[in-house]
């Protein structure tokens, strides 16, 4: 049971890192790109985002009762 429940939170980690580094280089990309447009005397470019609740991936960790079903999911198909 323990191990199960490394596993689901190294993977919930994994998850978030991957994440967090796909923002990074979001971010980078865009001061690049800010750099070169105000060379060319240009507005910075803005980050579209989508309006409340619209297209919005949640990110948040799921609930207890959720990773306890999970987890006996999970050893269910071990045991």
């Given at each position: 049971m323990h191990a199960a429940k490394l596993r689901a939170e190294l993977a919930q980690s994994k998850s978030e890192q991957r994440e967090y580094l796909r923002n990074v280089e979001l971010a980078r990309i865009l001061d690049?790109?800010?750099?070169?447009?105000?060379?060319?005397?240009?507005?910075?470019?803005?980050?579209?985002?989508?309006?409340?609740?619209?297209?919005?991936?949640?990110?948040?960790?799921?609930k207890t009762a959720d990773t306890a079903s999970e987890l006996e999911r999970m050893l269910g198909s071990i045991f």
């Open positions: 690049k790109r800010n750099e070169k447009r105000k060379e060319k005397g240009q507005g910075p470019v803005e980050l579209k985002r989508p309006s409340d609740g619209e297209g919005r991936k949640q990110t948040k960790r799921p």
